[in-house]
């Protein structure tokens, strides 16, 4: 997709003409052929490798490095390399960052903690069957609204890929794989706006739709939201609700009991981590 970075993929995606690693690839790659693109966890999990060595290709085309976007679950560092656990709440995988001894005062993400929100740009990987993403560069991310806009510059070369670009009115998708970037659809999956809890019901289980008319609107919105989060059933934290919401705590935690009361949501991780409860 020459044309995307005209649509501002900025440092967080994009294309780029000219990676440092252009060329060196089988098949005489060039420079102009190496591709940056933004990505959630899941899609990397999802792609199957159809033999040794196979190009990572995605929504059928190929990509050669990768940049992610979520919160650190564990830091195991070695003498070598650091390994960190990335979860975006699509799915959760391995980092690797190799530790450059001679580097003295370079930033090699050695700082980073548990619980800190990074950004990755490297390359997907496969040891021994298992998939992880091998690190040129990670940092920590100041500002949370980075993490609501990698996922939406995801989504959109996503669709740019799978559906054309906008008002091409086609399909471009060749590939395999699944169509769904984020966690499996589940109860309500519908249009509107994620972030105020616009999106109706949609589908779902008809019964469970009637319960929550039922409800205050800050308990819909609160549904609503959780159900446009890629948090599967790990669920989603009442911060992150608070924040895409902008809902006070304290009105999170009551629109939760009511969603508790009907058996529309359970508590996951913890009690103020909550998910949809799907019938």
Request: with cysteine; charged share 20%; hydrophobic share 35%.
């Amino acid at each position: 997709m020459a044309g995307y970075g005209g649509y501002g993929g900025g440092d967080g995606g994009g294309f780029m003409s000219g990676s440092q690693q252009g060329g060196s690839q089988a098949g005489g790659s060039k420079y102009a052929d190496e591709s940056l693109r933004p990505v959630t966890i899941k899609q990397l999990l999802d792609w199957e490798e159809t033999f040794p060595g196979a190009e990572l290709a995605i929504d059928g085309h190929p990509v050669t490095q990768v940049t992610i976007v979520g919160q650190v679950r564990s830091v195991k560092p070695q003498p070598t390399n650091i390994t960190y656990r990335i979860d975006d709440g699509t799915g959760a995988i391995d980092v690797k960052k190799w530790v450059d001894s001679e580097a003295q005062g370079r930033d090699d993400g050695s700082a980073i903690a548990p619980d800190a929100f990074v950004r990755v740009w490297g390359r997907l990987k496969i040891l021994s069957g298992k998939k992880h993403v091998g690190a040129n560069f990670i940092r920590q991310i100041e500002d949370f609204n980075e993490v609501n806009y990698h996922l939406l510059e995801a989504t959109y070369v996503h669709l740019f890929f799978s559906k054309g670009a906008p008002g091409s009115g086609g399909a471009k998708h060749e590939g395999g794989g699944g169509d769904n970037m984020f966690v499996d659809q589940g109860y309500g999956a519908g249009g509107g706006d994620v972030a105020m809890g616009g999106a109706g019901p949609g589908g779902g289980n008809s019964a469970m739709q009637a319960r929550l008319a039922t409800c205050s609107r800050n308990a819909q919105i609160m549904c609503n939201f959780i159900n446009n989060s890629p948090g599967g059933t790990e669920g989603v934290n009442v911060h992150v609700i608070a924040q895409g919401t902008r809902m006070s705590v304290r009105d999170i935690t009551n629109a939760a009991d009511e969603l508790l009361g009907q058996g529309i949501i359970y508590t996951t991780q913890d009690d103020e981590t909550w998910a949809i409860l799907d019938y």
